[in-house]
């Protein structure tokens, strides 16, 4: 069983940075694809970031150039979000997939907010 925890939201203005966190417990050894998505009211949960095991990166068009993906060893995940914008805002999950075994989990989300 895998937990994931977020951490690092808040609230910044347009053009500020945040980094989110994400940490992982159980299964360490295995090898996931971790991943950022996000949920804006009334909207539906769409892809920000993911990165492999081995390292490969993908991004949404929306965010291409401002947010990095990073993972440091097998429990750390990390977005880097910078230049955010207002459609930005949105909780943001963190996601880990065994490709193995198909195995998906979710964190609790924690809320990003762009505002002046």
């Known amino acids: 069983q895998v937990q994931l925890v977020e951490s690092g939201g808040g609230l910044v203005q347009p053009g500020g940075s945040l980094r989110l966190s994400c940490v992982r417990s159980?299964?360490?050894?295995?090898?996931?694809?971790m991943g950022w998505y996000r949920q804006a009211p009334g909207k539906q949960r769409e892809l920000v970031a993911t990165i492999t095991h081995g390292g490969s990166t993908v991004y949404a068009d929306s965010v291409k150039g401002r947010f990095t993906i990073s993972r440091e060893n097998a429990k750390n995940t990390y977005l880097q979000m910078n230049t955010l914008k207002p459609e930005d805002t949105a909780v943001y999950y963190c996601?880990?997939?065994?490709?193995?075994?198909?195995?998906?989990?979710w964190g609790q989300g924690t809320q990003v907010t762009v505002a002046s």
């Open positions: 159980g299964s360490i050894f295995a090898a996931y694809t």
């Open positions: 996601n880990a997939v065994r490709p193995s075994t198909a195995e998906n989990y």
